[in-house]
């Protein structure tokens, strides 16, 4: 059986699908969101707190260039493969390039589940991943319009980036976690370190029903776009894999390393899109990086990939 987490997204997929008026009002998706970034920041702030702990800064430079890496590979296969023009294969890009915040969440609790072993500066690996990509695709951008400057000059997306919601209650919790430890955090334990779970499948709800909006008519004519977004998982997990492996990270960042990098954002980078490109159809991202990428992984990709660190 899969992790019951995955059942959850699959029960809200259905929903959407089959049309039902099952809902998660907006505050309360908002409240899930807040809880779980500040949850996964918090563990990680725990392991932090360790006085004997030693943390591997060459790993957090080498996870930096890997978000680098994605979008050089992806632009021209957007461009040229599937056929994009060139205002929307940078936005793709962007996504691609940029991380998931909600599929770190369920590889967390995957390799969590598992009893993987997870390194104390995993928890950094979102923040690391989630820029890079968006600042490269943006001067992607200002390269093709040399004589139209981009409405947000590069050091404003920058500010826009690092103070973003989950940026902010993923640092701001492990700051927490590290600097009250586990007995200042007694109070709040329950909620946000024992109830991870509980946030997280009702989270997962909610992607499964926003899922299903997304394919509602099927947007076949971007089939070329749903192929790539269907297989770009299992191609770009191997980067992740390839990198931890150099690394010799323990099984558990390895595992978070490769979910990240086989995933795409649809929360971070359509904000910086949208302000920065307007020309570009944020929808055709949201399309695969939200209606297919996001689902394969959790319903077929992470939880068969786990079982590979699991047994090795």
């Not at 987490?5 to 029960?11: E, G, N, S």
């Not at 296969?77 to 056929?83: D, F, M, T």
């Not at 490269?136 to 947000?152: D, G, I």
Request: charged residues 10%; negative net charge.
């Amino acid at each position: 059986m899969p992790d019951i987490v995955i059942a959850f997204f699959a029960l809200g997929l259905l929903a959407g699908l089959v049309k039902s008026d099952l809902k998660v009002p907006v505050p309360v998706y908002e409240i899930l969101t807040i809880l779980l970034m500040l949850s996964i920041g918090i563990k990680g702030g725990l392991v932090l707190n360790d006085p004997a702990l030693s943390i591997n800064y060459i790993s957090l430079i080498a996870v930096t260039l890997l978000g680098v890496l994605v979008p050089l590979i992806v632009y021209p296969l957007l461009r040229y493969v599937v056929g994009l023009d060139a205002i929307n294969a940078v936005s793709v890009t962007a996504h691609y390039g940029s991380v998931s915040a909600g599929t770190f969440a369920v590889a967390w609790a995957l390799a969590d589940s598992a009893g993987l072993t997870i390194a104390p500066e995993t928890t950094l690996y979102l923040v690391l991943l989630e820029l890079p990509a968006i600042i490269l695709a943006l001067a992607y951008y200002q390269n093709m319009n040399p004589q139209k400057a981009v409405e947000h000059r590069m050091r404003d997306v920058w500010i826009e980036a690092l103070t973003s919601r989950g940026v902010l209650l993923l640092v701001g919790g492990l700051l927490i976690g590290w600097a009250y430890g586990p007995e200042g955090l007694a109070p709040v334990e329950g909620a946000l370190i024992g109830g991870f779970k509980t946030l997280l499948a009702l989270f997962l709800l909610e992607m499964g029903l926003t899922t299903a909006q997304v394919f509602r008519p099927a947007p076949w004519q971007h089939w070329r776009l749903i192929s790539f977004a269907a297989l770009a998982p299992f191609a770009l997990a191997w980067l992740g894999i390839g990198m931890g492996m150099l690394l010799e990270l323990p099984n558990g960042s390895l595992f978070i390393l490769a979910a990240l990098t086989a995933s795409a954002s649809y929360i971070a980078a359509p904000a910086a899109i949208r302000a920065a490109i307007k020309e570009a159809d944020v929808g055709l991202a949201m399309l695969a990086a939200l209606g297919v990428t996001f689902p394969i992984n959790v319903l077929l990709h992470l939880p068969w990939l786990v079982t590979q660190f699991s047994a090795g």
